[in-house]
């Protein structure tokens, strides 16, 4: 050990005590440096002695405070000054001995839980003499001042195990500064760690490993078990075929060594013919081809993984594979079904044509020379996902239609207007037998064109699309566009059309540019029956029929239809006079029926519409106070067309005074009785005038 040279140290008396300590630590950044360990010498088997020994080596920063002392935030040459001291502000070498002493008590402790080292079996170490403890105080001066100090210390335990296979380490976490170190532990021969909950703060190997405490999340003992070296545990498996691997093409195995989570376990493969090794591979994973290693159908491949831990224990997983080399064959029938006729296609042809939207029915049959089953699998990028599998045997029935690619609502007119090719999709075939070998086959469908064109119609009336508040006039400009129209693969132009109204033809024609607008002769207020046919160049027809309203032009257009009169046409007599009219016009209005002075009460003008006029009727209540000619008119007026008018209504009604009525019914009796006696005389000769 050597000498201290205090230099700055104030003169003592020749009586006064020297102290020797080691040379003082060089300053550090860190607050806490150092390292321990325990090292475990004899057996901890079940019922044991344990013998161990602990060491540890700590520096510390002294502006970092001890919790042996007061005021720890102050730093450790402070708390020296102002509680072993004088506190004058100056560290004097009588004060660092006190503090020495100081720290030697503190840890000069009796069990190994007490010194912050471990706990074996839920019982701490014994300590066999005591613990051997040297402290490097902090140098004398001011406490202003800044370097480091230190202990070392060191221990031989001793305890005992409990009946249990497993041993169990707990190492303390409450806190001390002993813990702020590593800690390695070092196991007996074949002892190894097992597992610990804060795994992520242990580093190193099986039989010796290092603890870093002050790393572990939460403040509580951290457990460990530990047990006897056991060989590792060898887990595989093959991913290629199932009772027999392929001659021709890779066969994978993958597999593990479980053991120790802080053991290094070596993996390796070997694969032997006849006893002979032929393949040696390290890794996790083996992938090798049969023929390759000069393997023939029929021969039997030996495939072995081992395992080598850290203590050269060793395990082994292995199995005995037979080598198939001969591949699964298969036939395929393909079928189409339109409107009930069914054709057979020739699935040896690599392009299969079928009409867009027919039952395509697919059967697909298998055989293997093991007689094992063999999986067969169809994939098609008609759709995401789209697969069908099966095993030996395999129908089904699907629809293949002309996808985005073709002329559709999702393109511009301009572009909709052009020609385009017909769809096109892969379908794929993979059948694969018990030992992986793998047969493939590629078809193209192309799908032809099964449907007419799309009829796209809009009605213009006046330059304007007509809709429910606009609809289409008599006297207007009408006109059929079929701009939007298309079919899905034939430009535009290689359409024909033809066009109806009410059965009657008024386009047919294979040029677009008269048929794109068509002015349609449509005249008069009515529905009309709209039927447009479109063919395409392979002359599949698509037809659309619809009504098309015509609705009466804007205004009130009045008219009679019929007036009659109620009661006797005689002076002083009161009459009814109705009169029923019809309204041509789009628009409703009100009116009144009169006479002279005297008019009926307001009535609607029903508006007319595609079905026909509106028909309404006024009736007038009339006094007839004198014998002059009636004289009727109607008033009305429409608020919606903005206008007013007169219908004046002719009639031939005579009114009569009173005394005339007597004098025409005996004119009327005379002339019924002259009327008899003409007819006797033609009948009876002048024989019947006699008396």
């Known amino acids: 050990m050597l000498a201290v040279d205090y230099s700055n140290a104030t003169a003592l008396e020749s009586n006064e005590p020297v102290w020797e300590w080691p040379e003082p630590l060089p300053p550090q950044d860190d607050d806490v440096l150092g390292d321990s360990q325990l090292y475990i010498s004899g057996p901890i088997s079940p019922s044991s002695n344990i013998s161990a020994s602990w ?90 001042s800044n ?44 002892w190894e760690f097992r597992y610990s909950a804060m795994q992520s703060v242990i580093e190193g190997s099986p039989n010796d490993f290092t603890v870093f405490r002050h790393q572990a999340p939460v403040a509580s003992d ?57 393949l040696r591979s390290d890794g996790w994973d083996l992938y090798f081809t049969a023929s390759e290693l000069n393997y023939s159908d029929g021969d039997v491949a030996s495939v072995v993984m081992h395992c080598m831990d850290s203590f050269s224990s060793s395990s082994q997983w292995y199995e005995n594979i037979l080598i198939d080399g001969v591949d699964p064959t298969w036939e395929a029938i393909f079928e189409i079904q339109v409107d009930g006729n069914t054709t057979v296609l020739d699935s040896e042809q690599t392009h299969i044509e079928v009409t867009s939207g027919s039952e395509f029915y697919f059967t697909f049959s298998t055989s293997d020379s093991s007689g094992l089953p063999v999986s067969i699998d169809i994939t098609s990028d008609k759709s995401a996902g789209w697969r069908h599998t099966g095993s030996d045997y395999l129908e089904f029935m699907d629809r293949f239609f002309q996808g985005e690619q ?32 793998i047969v493939t086959r590629e078809w193209t469908i192309i799908i032809s064109d099964g449907s007419g064109p799309t009829i796209i119609p809009n009605i213009i009336s006046n330059g304007t699309p007509i809709s429910p508040e606009s609809p289409a006039r008599a006297g207007e400009a009408i006109t059929l566009s079929l701009t939007e129209s298309f079919d899905d693969l034939d430009a535009i132009d290689d359409v024909s059309w033809e066009v109806r109204v009410d059965g009657q033809v008024i386009a047919e024609t294979d040029l677009w540019s008269e048929i794109e607008k068509l002015s349609l002769p449509l005249y008069e207020p009515a529905t009309y029956l709209i039927h447009i046919l479109a063919w395409d160049s392979v002359d599949n027809m698509e037809q659309i029929s619809f009504g098309l309203a015509v609705s009466p032009t804007f205004g ?20 009814n006079i109705i009169v029923t009219m019809q309204n041509t016009g789009a628009d409703i209005g009100s009116g009144v029926l009169c006479s002279g002075t005297v008019c009926s009460d307001e009535v609607v003008v029903s508006a007319a519409d595609p079905a026909g006029p509106g028909v309404f009727s006024a009736e007038l209540f009339l006094n007839l106070n004198n014998t002059d000619p009636i004289d009727l008119r109607f008033v009305w007026s429409s608020d919606s067309a903005g206008s007013d008018g007169v219908l004046e209504i002719k009639n ?40």
């Open 55 to 144: 060491s540890a080596n700590v520096s510390l920063r002294d502006d970092y405070g001890v919790d042996l002392l007061p005021d720890r935030a102050l730093g450790v040459r402070a708390q020296i000054d102002q509680h072993l001291g004088d506190g004058n502000g100056w560290l004097s070498i009588p004060e660092i001995a006190d503090f020495v002493v100081l720290v030697e008590n503190a840890r000069n402790l009796t069990n190994s839980e007490m010194m912050g080292c471990c706990i074996v079996d839920y019982s701490p170490l014994q300590m066999v003499k005591g613990v051997d403890i040297v402290v490097i105080p902090p140098i004398n001066g001011s406490v202003d």
């Open 147 to 190: 370097g480091s100090w230190g202990w070392m210390e060191s221990a031989d335990l001793t305890g005992m195990t409990d009946s249990r296979s497993t041993r169990i380490l707990d190492i303390p976490r409450v806190g001390g500064v002993i813990e702020e170190i590593p800690l390695r532990i070092t196991l007996p021969d074949q």
């Open 222 to 278: 951290i457990r460990i078990t530990l047990g006897e070296n056991m060989p590792p545990n060898a887990i595989a498996e093959r991913h290629t075929g199932n009772n027999r691997i392929p001659l021709n093409s890779p066969t994978v195995y993958s597999g593990g060594c479980t053991d120790s989570v802080l053991d290094d376990t070596q993996q390796w493969w070997t694969v032997h013919n006849n006893g002979t090794q032929m």
């Open 406 to 437: 073709v002329n559709g609502m999702h393109l511009n007119v301009t572009d909709r207007h052009q020609a385009k090719e017909p769809s096109e999709y892969n379908l794929s075939l993979t059948i694969t037998d018990d030992a992986s070998n």
């Open 556 to 575: 009130v257009n009045t008219s009679v239809l019929d007036h009659h009169v109620i009661g006797n046409l005689v002076e002083g007599e009161a009459i």
């Open 652 to 691: 031939d009604y005579v009114v009569v005074s009173q005394w005339q009525m007597p004098m025409q019914v005996l004119l009327g009796v005379l002339s019924v009785l002259m009327l008899f006696a003409w007819l006797a005389h033609r009948t009876w000769g002048a024989e019947s005038q006699r008396p």
